[in-house]
């Protein structure tokens, strides 16, 4: 059982940025992948970032060149650094850790951009 918990979401003005946090526990197996996706209200949750075997990344569209995912293997933690902040970018992020037998979502953590 794998039990994932985020931090780090919060209030941030357009052109700031974030970073949110993903910590993983339990039984973490080492060919899984991990992302971030993100839901608006009224939206479908939509892809943000995700890192495949612990290095290969992929990004949505609508993020990249703005967000870097990254993980700490020792620790099970990743990383979302989230930088030039619009306000199309306020959502509830949300972490995923995936293998072949399952996928497990985190609770969430608001994302706020606005003046």
């Known amino acids: 059982q794998v039990l994932l918990v985020e931090s780090g979401g919060g209030l941030v003005q357009p052109g700031g940025s974030l970073i949110l946090s993903c910590a993983a526990s339990?039984?973490?197996?080492?060919?899984?992948?991990m992302g971030w996706y993100r839901q608006a209200p009224g939206k479908q949750r939509e892809l943000v970032a995700v890192?495949?075997?612990?290095?290969?990344?992929n990004y949505g569209d609508s993020v990249k060149g703005r967000f870097t995912i990254s993980r700490d293997n020792a620790k099970n933690t990743m990383y979302l650094q989230m930088n030039s902040l619009k306000p199309e970018d306020t959502a509830v992020y949300h972490c995923?850790?995936?293998?072949?037998?399952?996928?497990?979502w985190g609770q969430g953590t608001q994302v706020t951009v606005s003046s």
């Open positions: 995923s850790y995936q293998t072949q037998a399952v996928q497990v």
């Open positions: 890192i495949i075997n612990g290095w290969r990344t």
């Open positions: 339990g039984n973490i197996f080492s060919i899984n992948t």
